[in-house]
């Protein structure tokens, strides 16, 4: 009989640690899930301290906890808390004066090495986010190429496990962010594929850059009515989901413009300057209101958007936000300044629309980089090319088009616009040999992005 009791004993003390234990574990992964709820609140509205700060009490309660070791990693790896464009290329973020950019960095690889070390199941999202991470940190062809595009091409072979964890929206976003890596490496018809896959399988809400840098990449093709469609649409998304208009407004107004609509290009110009002064598209925006206004016979009032594009791009260039900001700002001014000349035939004008192209030409190592898709070292060789022949100084148009040829051709991080504009550049300098004026679209003349 005793015998039966102690075994009855021992059952109930098992049956009472082993309630202990699953409570325990009920209150441990539901401590967890709510530290994660709240890092992911915080994540939204852009507070990443707090959100941090909670994960990292999720991950030390539970330390076989996987989403929050990810969610850890997209805190500290994301445009808000580095961006190459603190760096010039080639840099650390310390070299550059930021090592808390640059600890955050090592911190969101660190994470998401060890996300797909520990929990194998979960490398295909952990791939994408440290192709999110190096191209926000990495510059060039090369870089890109040798740090970037490999994990993103892991995670495009893995879609279906991209989808279990993230949806039709992580595997439309999958797409962008490729589409993405490929516009910044010059591989633009690669580009226009991946953007049109993540509008296929996520039309809608559908994700915002896809639709954005579609737009930008038609024109770029010179498919003009193709990205006034895709322009439209975003514009369509952004009043009914909340996106910033403006991202729309621009490729809608420049696409307009080239497409002879010139009311709407003006309407989207201006709903730019009015309602997002603050937009690194209002330059663009000034200047397709002046060639507007230009061609209707409002000379004066051409002239107007043009000095007050000069004046804002003096701001950016006495007030850089990062290390793209003052050439930027010094490409526009120089397309703004040969505006000017071309409506007053003020010499002057011409000397600093000049002068501020050579200064591009002459500081490598601020301009020849990527920003935002464009090189503005590579445009402002087309463009002083472009200018001196229609000068008659063909020989100096030539020598540009030549110097940049061979830079083309020999610059390992310039191999995807040589891929691109490599045979047209041959073109123009069989046209500058021939004596022939070459013209820039357009196109060039609006852009800074």
């Known amino acids: 009989m005793k015998k039966y009791v102690i075994a009855g004993v021992v059952l109930l003390i098992i049956c009472a ?110 791939e994408m986010a440290l192709g999110d991470v190096n191209f926000l940190y990495y510059c060039g062809y090369v870089n890109r190429e040798k740090y970037v595009l490999p994990h993103y091409l892991y995670a495009l072979n893995h879609t279906d496990e991209v989808e279990k964890y993230l949806g039709k929206e992580g595997v439309s976003a999958l797409y962008a962010n490729l589409a993405r890596v490929y516009l910044a490496m010059a591989k633009v018809n690669l ?125 950016a260039i006495n007030n850089p936000e990062d290390a793209t900001t003052v050439p930027t700002a010094i490409y526009e001014r120089a397309l703004a300044n040969y505006m000017l000349y071309k409506y007053t035939n003020d010499s002057l004008k011409l000397d600093s629309c000049i002068s501020d192209l050579k200064w591009i030409i002459n500081n490598p190592k601020f301009t020849k980089r990527e920003v935002a898709h464009r090189n503005y070292y590579i445009l402002a060789h087309l463009s002083l090319a472009s200018i001196h022949s229609h000068l008659g100084k063909f020989d100096n148009a030539k020598s540009y088009l030549t110097k940049l040829k061979t830079e083309l051709k020999q610059d390992p991080d310039l191999k995807g616009w040589n891929e691109f504009i490599g045979s047209l550049v041959d073109e123009l300098i069989d046209s500058v040999s021939a004596k022939k004026p070459i013209k820039m679209p357009e196109v060039v003349w609006i852009l800074s992005h």
């Open 191 to 315: 580009a226009e594929y991946y953007y049109k896959k993540a509008i296929e399988i996520y039309p809608d809400p559908g994700i915002d850059t896809a639709y954005e840098h579609l737009a930008w990449v038609e024109l770029e093709l010179g498919n003009l009515s193709a990205a006034y469609n895709v322009a439209k649409a975003f514009i369509e998304r952004a009043e009914k989901y909340g996106w910033d208009s403006d991202l729309g407004y621009a490729p809608a107004s420049i696409s307009a413009y080239l497409l002879g609509k010139y009311d709407e290009a003006e309407e989207y110009a201006k709903k730019i300057i009015e309602s997002f002064p603050e937009s690194a598209y209002v330059g663009e925006s000034y200047r397709i209101l002046a060639m507007i206004y230009y061609k209707s016979d409002l000379k004066s009032k051409a002239i107007e958007m043009l000095e007050k594009d000069i004046t804002n791009c003096n701001n």
């Open 17 to 126: 640690v082993s309630g202990v234990y699953a409570y325990k574990s009920w209150s441990t992964a539901n401590t967890v899930h709510n530290y994660v709820q709240k890092a992911l609140k915080a994540m939204e509205g852009g507070d990443y301290d707090t959100a941090i700060n909670y994960l990292e009490k999720a991950i030390e309660i539970d330390p076989n906890y996987p989403i929050a070791y990810y969610d850890l990693a997209l805190a500290y790896g994301n445009e808000e808390q580095f961006h190459r464009y603190y760096k010039l290329p080639g840099q650390s973020f310390t070299d550059a004066g930021h090592p808390e950019m640059q600890e955050k960095y090592e911190k969101a690889v660190k994470y998401l090495e060890y996300l797909k070390k520990k929990f194998p199941e979960y490398k295909a999202i952990a």
